[in-house]
């Protein structure tokens, strides 16, 4: 069972990746007043990129073709081990939160040294920033980390998901702490506004996307594509940490209708959520990341040190 | 076993004396010799590894004539024997083909394998008579190989600090050993084991060896000659010093802290955690502003030894508090980091030294686009850059998860002290495990990806397939034991039991896929089905892409927003790369200023931009304790000019303070 499951889940996350990205999208349209492309517009962009040829410039190395497919199959099976409709996953004890995260930076790190390849200055740019960038909200996820480690005793995705599930937490403030925390980190880790407009044409504002800037054909669709599976990655994990609530836990098929429900709900909601978030606020300086990150971090830290002492000295 | 090790230390003596015959055929003989030698001592130490582990001992009548040497192998110092010599003699078949490219091979070749015995000899010892020996031996030996350029002015500056610093430390392993022999003065290892000092004894025993031990491995504050040193040396002496010679110093903290010192108290594993933490962070901030990339990595080295530090400060923190199983896994999360540190610094000192061969450059801003021109040095550069990065599935990662797993088990600790600095050390360790990253991106992007800066990269060649072989076994170290880090800890458990007595196992519920630290439900990692998996995933998107979208590659100019510039000037350099880290750690770690002297319009005067950093360790540290010493110096002085009268009442008055403190004493 365990092992169907895991099969469901990892086409599922495949097929719905582009579906929230093109959510996101189309209600930041709706709030400014576009009529905004079509929910499946991102298949079809990512469907034709696949068709076109790749064009690779003159003095890119192998490092610079195998970068898409190594990135995607890293966030593709991070993607696998975060519980969406059943925490009944084969593969989950290979990476906890922890490793899991470590898993995202391989693919940020080969990401970084692609766009060095070309010897570009928009290639240096955007890895030099989106390393910068990453150098604060890891620490920050791993604050994060920490705060539910403590509360619950493991780091292990599946086990907190049904700790936080079977067990009443109660409302906690270091939780809702490190929820915070944890949101400013996907808004970071995903390029989101503030930190980084994935819908710029000003190269200059560029993050990650100067970084893929030389990308074309189907090398581009699955750095696209990758993106978009990401941004579901970080969704998921807020969902199957905070509010797990109608995830099957028991591993048996008759609970899957009701947690893939809930799943698609979860994801709506933080689609809308996204769109909203992103414009009713303006992208800030790039060196304005570190104060937004830095209290990401500190947040996390307080977190802990508030549950030490909420547990009495 | 031991006695294949002695066989393997006298190949060195004879590879040494080799070193001073004829420099065309030592350089044929020496490296190769030292690596047979090598060869034979890592296996000898792997075949005690995996026997039953009861220790074995020797004593020699070396040395004084009442005063035999005493050496034991038993599970730690096989242990450390395995890792230095499996890598020493990857170094040496490395060197066979480096070492014709040395300035003076003479210089090198007599104390390459003398370096090597006394490394090997430290570990061996089990006495601190021969211990310090062995240790002056290790530091005057690798004192001479990092001044075998000497003709160069750093060179010698380096040397300088160096020496000062290995005397320094030196004498404080000295004292140490001095207190715990105490006044009966039995030095061997087993008396010292078996006497138990008070707490205060004791401490200034931790403090000392912190001090001596902690210095040669680059801890901070005590880390200033380290990246002078080991860059300064030939490549494959750096390789030995950054990735072995360091872990010599990490054994002899272990074996002080865990086996000689008696039983701990907390505050030490506290001072050590912290002072790792401190060396961890700042190790690495260091390294992301380096331009030259011997200096780069030997920075990084400062790094891994704090994680290590990190590691054996926790475990001693367990230790004292009774949690035997934390403690088991901490001091093995930080002896997995000694393998893996060894394997992919050691690979990544070759690497820069195969850059040097090829280019004769050291500077990253004038290298670029080898991958190219040196595809072997690149891939295997890729693969040590990532596992030094931590990422999965690769070696460097297992171990800092497992340090990571011990931080936050920590908060069973009973100190309210340690657990509230536990979750400050675990964010400084998160924050060097990130900026690991950044700087290994910034060094493998601007060496080997881009375009040639300088002709000299342009035209480099791959070296020779004597350089290249050993490249590619320790990155395929690197991997197997990223995958398979079970198949090590199962070799260092029985150190665990040595140190930690018989109930410190942890892994108890790892089965051969996973790696489980303590429960299955609390934490679980295995590298191997991230490898499989990615590998799988890999080849499935290959297969259907190619094989249902499109396969085909147009070669293009590059795209760059429609204005690319042929001039390699316009890349992004090491510099601006490091920029955004210099905006954000650099103002508070370094005070980093940049000036920029823009001329007004029509001047004709060049702009100049310049980046003022400043070495805050050095001003606050090092130089009040040299205002300090030349100050004393100064007032020492006078004595140098007394008449023979006063030296002589002088004498006299000193032998009775003498003679009255031992009369008071007893």
């Given at each position: ?152 005793g493991s780091t292990s995705l599946v086990a907190i998901s049904e700790h936080v599930l079977l067990h009443d937490l109660g409302l906690r403030v270091s939780l809702g702490m490190g929820l915070v925390a944890l949101v400013m980190v996907a808004v970071a880790e995903n390029g989101r506004v503030p930190i980084d407009n994935p819908a710029t044409h000003l190269e200059l504002t560029m993050v990650h996307e ?104 | ?158 040397a300088a600090v160096y020496l000062i610093m290995a005397s320094f430390g030196a004498v404080a392993l000295l004292l140490a050993f001095g207190i715990l022999a105490g006044i009966g003065g039995d030095y061997s290892f087993a008396a010292i084991r078996h006497a138990t000092p008070g707490m205060l004894p004791a401490s200034l025993v931790v403090a000392l060896v912190l001090l001596g031990a902690g210095s ?451």
């Amino acid at each position: 069972m365990a092992f169907i499951a895991q099969i469901l889940h990892m086409a599922l996350v495949l097929a719905l990746a582009p579906l929230l990205t093109g959510l996101v999208r189309k209600t930041k349209a709706r709030l400014l007043g576009r009529r905004g492309a079509s929910l499946v517009q991102p298949y079809r962009d990512l469907a034709r990129l696949l068709r076109k040829d790749a064009v690779v410039a003159d003095n890119a190395s192998w490092l610079f073709r195998t970068t898409p497919y190594l990135v995607f199959a890293a966030i593709w099976l991070a993607a696998s081990l975060v519980p969406s409709f059943t925490t009944d996953l084969l593969l989950s004890p290979t990476a906890d939160l922890i490793a899991l995260v470590a898993l995202l930076g391989s693919a940020r790190f080969f990401t970084a040294l692609a766009g060095l390849d070309i010897g570009t200055s928009f290639g240096g740019i955007g890895a030099s920033r989106e390393m910068m960038i990453a150098s604060l909200a890891e620490p920050a996820m791993l604050m994060v980390t920490f705060t539910v480690s403590l509360l619950i005793g493991s780091t292990s995705l599946v086990a907190i998901s049904e700790h936080v599930l079977l067990h009443d937490l109660g409302l906690r403030v270091s939780l809702g702490m490190g929820l915070v925390a944890l949101v400013m980190v996907a808004v970071a880790e995903n390029g989101r506004v503030p930190i980084d407009n994935p819908a710029t044409h000003l190269e200059l504002t560029m993050v990650h996307e100067a970084m893929v800037l030389e990308y074309s054909g189907r090398h581009l669709a699955l750095i696209e594509a990758g993106a978009m599976l990401k941004l579901l990655l970080y969704v998921s994990l807020i969902g199957c940490i905070f509010v797990p609530w109608g995830m099957d836990v028991a591993g048996h098929p008759a609970g899957f209708p009701q947690g893939l429900a809930s799943y698609l709900g979860k994801l709506a909601t933080a689609g809308i959520l996204l769109g909203l978030f992103e414009t009713s606020i303006a992208k800030m300086r790039v060196f304005r990341v570190s104060e937004f990150l830095g209290g990401a971090l500190l947040l996390g830290l307080l977190a802990v040190i508030l549950l030490y002492v909420s547990r009495g000295l | 076993m031991l006695s294949a090790i002695f066989v393997a230390l006298i190949l060195h003596l004879i590879g040494g004396a080799c070193g001073l015959a004829g420099e065309k055929f030592a350089l044929r003989v020496v490296y190769l010799l030292s690596a047979a030698a090598s060869g034979l001592a890592a296996l000898a130490a792997l075949a005690f590894l995996l026997g039953d582990g009861t220790p074995i001992e020797a004593v020699l009548p070396i040395g004084l004539p009442w005063l035999p040497a005493h050496f034991r192998l038993d599970a730690l110092s096989t242990a450390f024997l395995f890792i230095l010599n499996l890598v020493a003699a990857l170094v040496s078949v490395f060197a066979h083909g480096y070492g014709t490219h040395d300035f003076e091979p003479k210089r090198i070749l007599p104390l390459y394998p003398v370096f090597l015995a006394a490394m090997n000899l430290v570990l061996l010892a089990d006495d601190a008579y021969s211990f310090l020996v062995s240790w002056e031996f290790m530091s005057l030996s690798s004192w001479l190989l990092v001044l075998a350029n000497h003709r160069d002015k750093q060179t010698s500056h380096a040397a300088a600090v160096y020496l000062i610093m290995a005397s320094f430390g030196a004498v404080a392993l000295l004292l140490a050993f001095g207190i715990l022999a105490g006044i009966g003065g039995d030095y061997s290892f087993a008396a010292i084991r078996h006497a138990t000092p008070g707490m205060l004894p004791a401490s200034l025993v931790v403090a000392l060896v912190l001090l001596g031990a902690g210095s040669k491995a680059g801890l901070v504050p005590l880390h200033a000659w380290l990246p002078l040193a080991h860059p300064a040396a030939p490549s494959h002496v750096s390789a030995l010093m950054s990735g072995v010679m360091t872990k010599v110093a990490i054994y002899a903290l272990i074996r002080v802290l865990f086996d000689l010192v008696g039983s701990p108290i907390w505050w030490w594993g506290g001072i050590i955690l912290l002072l790792g933490a401190l060396s961890a962070l700042l190790g690495v901030l260091y390294a992301v502003m380096q331009s030259d990339l011997k200096t780069l990595l030997a920075y990084s080295t400062v790094e891994n030894v704090g994680i290590i530090t990190i590691g054996i400060g926790l475990a001693l923190a367990f230790k004292a508090s009774g949690l035997t199983t934390l403690a088991g896994l901490s001091l093995l999360a930080a002896l997995l980091h000694v393998f893996n540190h060894a394997l992919f610094k050691s690979l990544l000192f070759l690497g820069a030294g195969a850059v040097l061969v090829a280019t004769g450059q050291r500077d990253i801003e004038r290298l670029g686009g080898l991958i190219h021109r040196m595809p072997v040095t690149a891939a295997t550069f890729l693969v040590g850059a990532a596992a030094i990065s931590a990422l999965p599935p690769l070696n460097g990662f297992a171990s800092e998860w497992l340090v990571f797993q011990a931080i936050l088990n920590g908060t069973v600790l009973p100190q309210w002290l340690l657990k509230f600095a536990l979750p400050v050390v675990g964010l400084m360790l998160a924050l060097a495990a990130a900026l690991a990253a950044v700087c290994f991106v910034r060094a493998y992007g601007i060496v080997f990806l881009g375009r040639p800066r300088r002709p000299e990269a342009a035209v480099a060649e791959e070296v020779p397939a004597v350089m290249r072989a050993p490249l590619a076994v320790l990155a395929a170290l690197c991997v197997v034991f990223g995958i398979l880090p079970g198949a090590l800890i199962g070799l260092l458990l029985p150190v665990m039991r040595q140190l930690l007595g018989p109930n410190a196992v942890p892994f108890s519920h790892s089965t051969g896929l996973w790696l489980v630290p303590l429960r299955a439900e609390q934490s679980s990692y295995s590298g191997l089905i991230v490898f499989l998996m990615i590998a799988g995933l890999v080849g499935l998107l290959v297969w259907v892409i190619h094989r249902f979208a499109s396969a085909r590659v147009r070669r293009a100019p590059a795209w760059d927003c429609g204005f690319p510039d042929p001039r390699p000037q316009t890349q992004y350099t090491g510099s601006s790369f490091a920029q955004p880290i210099r905006r954000v750690f650099g103002t508070t770690a370094f005070r980093a200023r940049e000036t920029l002297d823009m001329p007004a319009p029509g001047e004709t005067r060049p702009a100049h931009f310049a980046i003022n950093l400043r070495d805050l360790v050095w001003e606050g540290f090092y130089q009040p304790f040299i205002r300090l010493v030349a100050w004393a110096t100064e007032q020492i002085d006078t004595l140098q000019f007394l008449t023979i009268r006063r030296y002589l009442t002088l004498t006299f008055a000193s032998l009775v303070l003498l003679l009255t403190i031992v009369a008071v004493w007893q």
